[in-house]
């Protein structure tokens, strides 16, 4: 019976740490979800994420161990989308820090382990390496994935044929870039906002003005 009654204030005080978390009463939440990091009645893996997602969400947050709890996460986790989130979001850490190759690293381990491409934070996790790939100069590489992000995800295609169109520049394949250029003079893809889209465009159609003159 004492045991039955441990699980059930453990147990409330998960769906409580949740529900501060929902508030964005992260720095509560971090120190009940701390104290069930080690408790068996849960996935280790679940609350070492919820654990660096309230610590990423702290002003004060130290880096370091926000990406130690998102390692713990990727790892352990049962659940494959809390390890995708995981070293998805172990990736966005290392990419506000300019950390290129540590993020490429991180997108890269959510493409490897993915069971979908349908999948939102695959999807951005193949974009955000791109990315990654590319802050690091490698241009060639970084196309492949790009292209991929555009066959793969109308939501963010036109931001990955922008992106292409300087890696394609940027390694002199300046009839490539061109031909991705013209592809913006056709209209958006749905999902895409109208007005953001008419940004690309804009600089596809002076990228157009000058890789015309110059070749």
Known sequence: MIAENKIFTTLKDYEYALELERRSSFEEAYKIFLTLLHNDDYDYGDIAFHCGWCLENLVQGNTNEIISYYIKAGKN???????YNAFFRMGWVYLQLKD??????????????????????????????????????????AIKWYRIVTDTCPSLNPESR??????????????????????????????????????LKKFAEKEIKILELSL
């Open 100 to 141: 290129y190759r540590k993020s490429a690293e991180a997108f890269k381990k959510v493409i490897d382990i993915s069971d979908s491409l349908g999948n939102d934070i695959v999807q951005n996790a193949m974009y955000w390496y791109a990315l990654s790939l590319e802050s690091l100069g490698y241009y060639l590489e």
């Open 77 to 83: 986790a049962s659940d494959i989308k809390c390890r």
């Open 162 to 199: 922008r992106r292409e169109i300087s890696c394609l520049i940027n390694v002199g394949l300046y009839k490539d870039a061109l031909k991705v250029c013209y592809s913006f003079l056709n209209p958006p893809p749905g999902p895409f906002s109208g007005e953001r889209y008419l940004e």
